[in-house]
């Protein structure tokens, strides 16, 4: 979730890279934009768990949890283009893209994903739970997962995908967010299924009524076609 929430905030980036920003401690005592990826180079580097919490005043449970993404990023690394299933599921499961698996391992991104699909290692369909769990709800809210067994709802054909502009930012404001919405709803008019693919919970076009199947997720490549798929 740490990773696809960063992919989500900046297309720009793979997620927790440990590239990005040099290690400077003065940037692990500044909650800005950049410290995530400069804890990512100090955890890169061996800063210790304390020494980084002393820093940042993060919970040692989260700094541990990230830190088992960089030592995972390590092991990309080091098998380059040698993945097995097992690596390739594990790497999907802590939130590795397949555009992230590729800069490891110094492969290309369509590769990867071939490789992945003839594995057998594809993402699961879940519904979100609004009520967190008081009662059973069946929502139109959807994700992928790869943290899963099965999915929880079919497939029929004959859906017609909107994709979203995603989170806020200059120059991309409520005005494109309209834009996806006129287009479901003049799809509704003609009769056809919709689904949206965006992750912006400000957004009109995230509302449940919508369309007939909403994935909060990443807008990306990979995402698109495994929704697609």
């Known amino acids: ?31 800005t934009d950049k410290r995530p990826f400069v804890l990512a180079a100090a955890l890169k580097a061996n800063y210790t768990i304390d020494r980084l919490h002393d820093l940042t005043k993060i919970d040692r449970w989260f700094l541990s949890k990230m830190q ?60 979100i ?8 709800a069946a929502t139109n809210y959807l994700y992928l997962t790869y943290n899963a067994s099965e999915h929880d709802l079919d497939f029929p054909e004959n859906f017609t995908i909107v994709v979203g502009s995603g989170v806020y930012r200059i120059g991309s404001s409520v005005e494109f967010d309209w834009c996806a919405v006129g287009c479901l709803r003049e799809l509704r008019k003609l009769g056809k299924s919709t689904v949206m693919i965006n992750y912006n919970p400000e957004t009109v076009s995230t509302d449940y009524d919508m369309c007939d199947r909403l994935y909060f997720e990443e807008i990306s490549f990979e995402v698109v076609m495994d929704v697609y798929e």
């Open 129 to 136: 739970d609004t009520v967190a769990g008081e009662w059973p």
């Open 1 to 31: 979730a740490f990773q696809k929430a960063l992919r989500m905030v900046d297309g720009n980036v793979n997620g927790f890279d440990p590239y990005l920003e040099p290690v400077k401690d003065e940037e692990l005592t500044q909650p």
């Open 68 to 127: 088992n993404i960089i030592e995972f990023h390590g092991v990309l690394e080091a098998n380059g283009v040698n993945l097995n299933r097992d690596l390739i599921l594990k790497a999907k499961k802590m939130g590795y893209s397949d555009k992230q698996i590729a800069a490891a391992t110094k492969n290309a991104e369509l590769t990867v994903r071939h490789q992945r699909q003839e594995m057998g290692v594809v993402p699961f369909v879940k519904q």
